[in-house]
């Protein structure tokens, strides 16, 4: 796990289980998610954050499961769907991953290990 904590946005935890993030705005302001995305590495999988704030304190999950899209309960729960090419898979392989949270800037404020 690596942080850049200049930038108020942060991966708080995860869930390999249930298969999703939250996201928590850690600074005293509110902030605009547009222009955040969350990034696979090594695939074409991208995640870009609806047009939402998040007040101070308060966090987002992004669900990854199969059934993501059911989770799906704005502003609160997001679905990040996986790509055409692997619409019968979840976004994560069974041996594991790695992803990005990358600023509206392109700036890769964190990045976490994810293994199932």
Request: proline share 5%; charged share 25%.
């Amino acid at each position: 796990l690596s942080v850049d904590s200049a930038f108020p946005i942060l991966i708080s935890g995860m869930d390999l289980e249930g298969e999703y993030f939250s996201v928590r705005n850690g600074s005293t302001e509110s902030v605009d998610l547009a222009g955040w995305t969350l990034h696979a590495v090594g695939t074409d999988e991208e995640f870009k954050f609806p047009d939402l704030s998040l007040r101070p304190g308060e966090s987002i999950t992004v669900w990854t499961s199969a059934d993501a899209e059911e989770r799906e309960n704005l502003p609160s729960d997001v679905a990040w769907l996986p790509t055409e090419e692997r619409a019968s898979a979840t976004v994560w392989d069974e041996y594991g991953d790695e992803v990005e949270l990358i600023s509206p800037d392109g700036d890769i404020v964190q990045s976490v290990d994810v293994i199932n």
